[in-house]
T-cell receptor
Framework: QKEVEQDPGPLSVPEGAIVSLNCTYS??????FMWYRQYSRKGPELLMY????GNKEDGRFTAQVDKSSKYISLFIRDSQPSDSATYLC???????????FGTGTRLQVTL | KAGVTQTPRYLIKTRGQQVTLSCSPI?????VSWYQQTPGQGLQFLFE???????NKGNFPGRFSGRQFSNSRSEMNVSTLELGDSALYLC????????????FGPGTRLTVT
């Protein structure tokens, strides 16, 4: 079993929809939780990070962490075709640089 | 501020050969990490360098090695290439103590034939 599980999708939604992306994990030592966006043939781009449990909002993006359930989510409001990409969750046990990634969810936002 | 750069962007090698990939971090970032991305395994951590020292290592065979120079630029080497080494190799940089805020380069796509 992988330390971080993520539904690969693809997830297809109409423009303007609210998108919910999720990851579950098994290692209770994870403290930092990140979301990356990766367009085809590009490197991952950091969207946001959260420390421990709670919510964090940045524009149309909201990250949620529930450490008691070992479950994290990324919500995208008013989704746009430009949001079509693969979304990767990543986690670390501290401030060190070893990140453990989910396999990514492919999102398609249609007109 | 310029982002992370990686060279070359594409490489084709033959089984048994060796390859060296290069990464220049964001100016001021002293930590450089390397990851392998494949369709089957996703993104997997290879190793991290800080101040010219390997600080952390993932679960990869000894054929994968790296180094870091005094200007924080890093190289990664894979010896005795195998078909399974075909992947996108990504480099990421971060400031000291901020490994949760890593910035990735565009990657080097390695194809082993």
């Amino acid at each position: 079993q992988k330390e971080v599980e993520q539904d690969p999708g693809p997830l297809s939604v109409p423009e303007g929809a609210i998108v919910s992306l999720n990851c579950t994990y098994s290692n209770s030592a994870f403290q930092y939780f990140m979301w990356y966006r990766q367009y085809s043939r590009k490197g991952p781009e950091l969207l946001m990070y959260t420390y421990s449990s709670g919510n964090k909002e940045d524009g149309r993006f909201t990250a949620q962490v529930d450490k008691s359930s070992k479950y994290i989510s990324l919500f995208i409001r008013d989704s746009q075709p430009s949001d079509s990409a693969t979304y990767l969750c990543a986690m670390s046990t501290g401030t060190a640089s070893k990140l453990t990634f989910g396999t990514g969810t492919r999102l398609q936002v249609t007109l | 501020k310029a982002g992370v750069t990686q060279t070359p962007r594409y490489l084709i090698k033959t089984r048994g050969q060796q390859v060296t990939l290069s990464c220049s971090p964001i100016s001021g970032h002293r930590s450089v990490s390397w990851y392998q991305q494949t369709p089957g395994q996703g993104l997997q951590f290879l190793f991290e360098y800080f101040s010219e020292t390997q600080r952390n290592k993932g679960n990869f065979p000894g054929r994968f090695s790296g180094r870091q120079f005094s200007n924080s630029r890093s190289e990664m080497n894979v010896s005795t290439l195998e078909l399974g080494d075909s992947a996108l190799y990504l480099c990421a940089s971060s400031s000291e103590g901020q490994g949760y805020e890593q910035y990735f380069g565009p990657g080097t796509r390695l194809t082993v034939t």
